[in-house]
């Protein structure tokens, strides 16, 4: 019996790590674009250069700010074809990170997908870890 539930004890660690692991690109995207939500500053951006990067169209964007006369920049992937260069387009910036930018605007921003899958596989993965831990503590001599 004893050895069964060591066994269960290691499906469960490695399964947990597996959700954990696998889900690690979606919790920093739902933390990114929360403080995205929070934090952002609403502002115009101009696409100034495009390129293509892996099988995407990368487009360079300058923001332009109502407050300030920073030149910052940012860019973002689409694998649809860009705007003529020049266009205007709605943006919400963050000052502290520059990378978080994102086209639109705050009301467009929806990260709630990425919350329900942060909070599924981690709610489901860490408890399992633990568990896997105390059976293979208790268990394994």
Known sequence: MDRVLVVVGVVLVMVGLAAVVFTV?????????RALERRGVEGEAVSVV?????????????????EEGRDERFYELSVEEPEPMGTVFPVVYDRKKPSRARLGTRQTIDFTTEGLIVKFAWG????????GALLLRFFDS
């Not at 495009?50 to 109502?66: A, E």
């Open 25 to 33: 690109g979606n919790l920093v995207e739902f933390l990114r674009l």
């Open 50 to 66: 495009q390129d293509w990067m892996n099988h995407k169209y990368r487009v360079h964007y300058r923001v332009c700010l109502p």
């Open 124 to 131: 489901t993965g860490v408890p399992a870890i633990a568990l």
